[in-house]
């Protein structure tokens, strides 16, 4: 895992530190950031209820049960892009990692209906 990092204090600046380091588990994020453990759970906690991050059950046992791990969910939520001029337009709806999953363009709806 990488340094240490700023302790994350909002679950804003915890999904931003999982999403940049990949896949993570709860006691991996605590090294890191030096929270204590409530404090990821609860951040975490936050994340995977808001569907940002999901957990994994594929980490490696060192004899118990293996840790949850846990990474982004690019596909928690969407975000619609415009990029829109007087003569065409363009519309792209992505998901949270900027993927795009459907895309349209051509001129404005009233400059279309003008010319017909």
Known sequence: MPR???????????LRLIREHGVATRAELG????LS?????????DLIGRGLV???????????????RLEFNASGG??????L???RGQLAVCDLAGTILARAD???AEASAAKT
């Open 37 to 45: 453990r409530p404090a990821v759970a609860s951040r975490v906690a």
């Open 85 to 87: 001029g007087q003569s």
């Open 106 to 108: 051509g001129p404005p």
């Open 4 to 14: 240490p990092v700023t302790r994350p204090s909002t679950s804003g600046d915890m």
């Open 54 to 68: 999901a957990e994994r059950s594929d980490g490696p046992s060192t004899g118990g049960r293996p840790p949850a």
């Open 31 to 34: 090294r890191i950031t030096g």
């Open 78 to 83: 969407a975000v619609l892009v415009a990029n």
